[in-house]
């Protein structure tokens, strides 16, 4: 069974940093690559940043370029997304999830998904 689970939103200003971890179980963690998803209230999901199976490609959304970092460790079976100059915008839950199709930005490609976590930025 496949299982994906973030951790590490809460609350902060504008302008802090939150450190969001998702771990997987179930699968073979260094054979896929892993996305990062949000979705504020009352709109779609939207991709945030992806990275490879081996951590060598990576991508972002235009938003979130040069303040959002993601990476992995294979050892631990974890993906991260270091978020920096948070934005009151950047308020959303956000998601992990999982896909065999390399690292990609169309939510259709990813196959397993986690529970999600809630980062609010007030101003």
Sequence with gaps: QVQLVESGGGSVQAGGSL??????????????????FRQAPGKERRFVATISWGAGSTHYADSVKGRFTVSRDNAKNTVYLQMNSLKPEDTAVYYCASTPRGATTKINDYDYWGQGTQVTVSS
């Design 19 to 36: 450190r969001l971890s998702c771990a997987v179980s179930g699968r073979t963690f260094g054979s896929y690559a892993m996305g990062w």
